[in-house]
């Protein structure tokens, strides 16, 4: 299994985080959420292990283009994975699944990856 990378193409900190895998020699594949669509049965999982409340980007300009309805609406895992399949700009990104791991690391965190890529290689 190798690494894959969720996410939007031009979102610049999915960009960070594809050159760092790619600095670090880690090979990845990338799934675009505006291209392929959001993969319900991975979002099930991310919703699973972090929750609904790490995975929408509420500081995001999407989240800000929602009407107030929409957003009041989202309050746990069902009412936020409708709100994320129909918008997948509001998934938080990247959503990195590891090989070797069960759950997903939710943005960009250079740090916790680097811990994440040294147990890679072993």
């Not at 989240?63 to 399949?85: C, F, M």
């Not at 700009?89 to 090989?99: E, F, H, T, Y």
């Not at 960009?108 to 994440?116: I, K, N, R, T």
Request: charged letters at 30%; proline letters at 4%.
């Amino acid at each position: 299994m190798s690494t894959t990378v969720y996410g939007i193409t031009n979102c610049d900190t999915v960009k960070r985080a594809r050159a760092w895998l790619t600095d670090h020699g880690i090979d990845h594949t990338f799934h675009d959420f505006k291209k392929q669509g959001v993969p319900q049965a991975e979002l099930d999982r991310w919703l699973a292990s972090a929750g609904w409340e790490t995975l929408v980007n509420r500081r995001g300009t999407m989240w800000r283009r929602l009407d107030d309805a929409t957003r009041e609406s989202v309050v746990d895992n069902a009412s936020a994975r409708r709100a994320l399949i129909e918008y997948p700009s509001l998934i938080k990104r990247p959503v990195v699944q590891w090989p070797g791991r069960k759950d997903a690391t939710v943005g960009f965190d250079p740090e916790a990856w680097e811990g994440l890529a040294a147990a890679k290689a072993r």
